[in-house]
C-alpha cells in the first residue's frame, strides 16, 4: 500500500470542486449575501456622505477587496452588491491568493463580466504572510474599506496576527468580513474528538468559529457573528470503491486516496464517526454532514 500523504495545490482545488458540487457552502453564502450583505455595505459607504462634492466624483476608492475566496465567485458578488448599494462608485479591489489556479480562474470570471467598468483588479499570487510581509518591507500601508477573508484562516500559520494585520488595514468606517466554520458544524465535532485519527500530513488548523472570535475578544475589536447552515451529501464516502466518495475522503482528512492508503482501523473509526449525530444527519437515505458556516462582522 502506498503512503498517506497530504493533497498537492491541484489535488486539493479538484477534492474541494467535489466538495462544492455536493454541499450548499456557496447557496449558504448566497444566502447571507441577500440578508446581511446590502446592511454591511451600506455601513461601509456611509463614509460617502462625508466626503467632499468633489470626492465623490472623483478619487472615491470604495469596497477595496482582499480576497481569500475560491476563483473570485463570491467576491464578484460581493462587488455587484456594493455597486447595487453605491452605484457608480470605483472600486480598487486587490486579490491576495497563493494558488495559481484560483488566480486563473477568478481572471476567466472577471473577463467574462461585462458589468465591472468601474471596478479595478489588482492580483497579488501570494499567501497572506507574504502579503504582509511585502506590505510592511515596501511600507506601503494601504487602507481598505472592506477585507474579507472567505474559509481561509485554516492554512494561515499565526492566525492572531494574521487577523491583527489585516484589521489594521481597514480604513475609518471599514468593516472585515471571516468566514470560518460554525462550532454547531460537524467538521468541529470531527475535529475535537478524532483529531488523534486524522493523518498528520494534514497541515491545516483545526479551527471553528469560537477560535476566532476568542482572538477578537483579546484584540478588543468589536464584531457580530450571523449563523448560516449548511449541508454537505457525503453518503458516496459509504459506498466501497466509488470515485466521487474518495474524492470527498481526500477532501476530508486533506490526504491523497485516503481509503486507498489508510490503515483499515483508521478508514473505518472516521467512516463511524462521520456517522454520527454530531456529525451528520440522515434524510431521504442520504447522509448530509452539517457544514454550517459562521460569518464573522468586525469592524475598524
Not at 470515485?243 to 489508510?262: C, E, I, P, W
Not at 473505518?268 to 460569518?295: H, K, W, Y
Request: hydrophobic share 40%.
Amino acid at each position: 500500500i502506498p503512503s498517506m500523504r497530504s493533497l498537492t495545490a491541484e489535488e486539493y482545488v479538484e477534492a474541494f470542486k467535489s466538495f462544492l458540487d455536493h454541499s450548499t457552502e456557496h447557496q449558504c453564502m448566497d444566502e447571507f449575501n441577500k440578508e446581511q450583505m446590502p446592511n454591511i455595505m451600506a455601513g461601509i459607504t456611509r463614509l460617502c456622505h462625508c466626503m467632499s462634492h468633489k470626492a465623490q466624483h472623483a478619487s472615491l476608492l470604495l469596497g477595496d477587496f482582499l480576497a481569500g475566496g475560491v476563483a473570485g465567485e463570491q467576491d464578484l458578488k460581493m462587488i455587484r452588491i456594493l455597486q447595487a448599494v453605491h452605484p457608480g462608485v470605483f472600486i480598487d479591489n486587490e486579490i491576495v491568493e497563493p494558488n495559481p489556479q484560483h488566480v486563473a480562474a477568478y481572471k476567466e470570471l472577471v473577463n467574462q463580466a461585462p458589468d465591472l467598468q468601474n471596478v479595478s483588479f489588482i492580483w497579488h499570487q501570494l499567501t497572506s504572510l507574504e502579503y504582509e510581509q511585502q506590505v510592511k518591507e515596501k511600507g506601503t500601508h494601504k487602507k481598505f474599506d472592506f477585507i474579507h477573508m472567505i474559509q481561509m484562516l485554516y492554512r494561515v500559520e499565526d492566525i492572531p496576527n494574521t487577523i491583527k494585520f489585516f484589521h489594521s488595514c481597514l480604513d475609518h468606517h471599514g468593516k472585515l468580513l471571516i468566514i470560518i466554520l460554525s462550532d454547531s458544524s460537524g467538521w468541529a465535532s470531527l475535529w475535537k474528538k478524532h483529531r488523534d485519527c486524522l493523518p498528520a500530513t494534514d497541515s491545516g488548523h483545526y479551527i471553528t468559529s469560537s477560535g476566532i472570535t476568542e482572538v477578537l475578544q483579546r484584540l478588543g475589536v468589536e464584531h457580530r457573528v450571523y449563523e448560516f447552515p449548511s449541508g454537505w451529501d457525503i453518503t458516496e464516502c459509504f459506498i466501497e470503491g466509488d470515485a466521487v466518495g474518495g474524492r470527498m475522503m481526500d477532501f476530508l482528512t486533506g490526504t491523497k486516496n485516503f481509503l486507498g492508503t489508510a490503515p483499515p482501523a483508521l478508514r473505518r473509526r472516521l467512516q463511524e464517526a462521520l456517522c454520527q449525530p454530531e456529525c451528520s444527519s440522515t434524510r431521504d437515505g442520504r447522509v448530509i454532514f452539517s457544514n454550517n458556516l459562521s460569518m464573522i462582522v468586525v469592524e475598524s
